[in-house]
């Protein structure tokens, strides 16, 4: 197949200390999208393990390590664990709308709630009301917000209480970043649900997949990615499915290590998008 795109562009950051494993440095590559054809540029990226922050994609390029690796669910085959099937069952009656990509100060404040009570002091807090516009208005590709929202009596839009910033691929979901109130006690999960959710919608539009970024090993933040089944891993020989002995193992290991049964508070994005804008220098 002939590349929509000629001879993007691409940059390498300088090394800077890995956010997930001590003592690692990280380093990316990456590449504008922009002009007519960057949504079949963000396609064929996201192919080969590439994410998507704002009008940059990226992907990690460190020497002399590889623990970040691409993963995504397919869609059409997922089976949800007995866990799964609660976490969904005790969120189905939110109403779940799909936005336009403009950020609104209801959301804002719901990221604010969210970042103070799950990561307090990172990358993200400094944020503000233009910095968030900027992660969700700043596309050149098909990009939404979807809404989740607790039911209302009087008709009227009920209290948000998740959100995930999404694009929609030639082949599936990438889900870029999501958030959500972690102080609602009657709604343990609402992490899981998000993904659960476009996990459905993508196998309804009969789309195969749903990326959910990188899955790094060793990193308690990144371990609620390996329960979902079945599970795609990127390669050096390309994309592969982890079989089901293989991903057995690697879920008991969660559980053995203690990760939070609901770290998908992450989101699926690795990086925050603010400090991406100022690491990626274009030239």
Not at 137 to 166: K, N, Q
Request: net charge neutral.
């Amino acid at each position: 197949m002939t590349a929509p795109v000629r001879f993007p562009r691409f940059f390498v950051t300088s090394p800077a200390p890995c956010p997930y494993l001590p003592g690692k440095t990280e380093r990316k590559v990456f590449t504008e999208l922009k002009g007519p054809h960057s949504e079949q540029l963000n396609d064929a990226l996201g192919r080969i393990g590439f994410r998507r922050s704002q009008t940059v994609a990226y992907r990690p390029s460190c020497e002399g390590c590889r623990a970040c690796v691409s993963v995504r669910v397919v869609a059409g085959e997922f089976q949800p664990s007995k866990a799964q099937r609660r976490v969904m069952n005790r969120n189905r009656d939110l109403v779940v709308s799909e936005c336009r990509p403009w950020a609104t100060a209801e959301q804002f404040s719901l990221l604010q709630r969210y970042l103070e009570h799950r990561h307090p002091g990172g990358g993200m807090a400094a944020m503000d009301e233009v910095d968030y516009a900027d992660m969700v208005e700043h596309t050149s590709v098909s990009s939404f917000v979807i809404e989740y929202r607790e039911p209302s009596a009087d008709g009227r839009p009920g209290r948000l209480v998740a959100a995930c910033l999404t694009d929609r691929q030639g082949d599936g979901l990438s889900m870029i970043y999501s958030f959500y109130d972690p102080a609602i006690e009657d709604r343990t999960g609402l992490g899981n649900f998000v993904i659960l959710d476009h996990i459905e919608r993508a196998a309804k539009a009969g789309l195969p997949y749903v990326y959910l970024g990188y899955w790094v090993e060793g990193s308690s933040r990144m371990q609620y990615k390996v329960r979902f089944r079945p599970l795609d891993v990127l390669g050096a020989d390309g994309w592969r499915r982890l079989d089901d002995e293989e991903q057995r193992q690697l879920i008991e290991n969660v559980a053995r290590g203690g990760a939070s049964r609901d770290a998908a508070a992450e989101g699926s994005t690795k990086d925050p998008a603010t400090d991406l804008q100022r690491e990626f220098k274009l030239a």
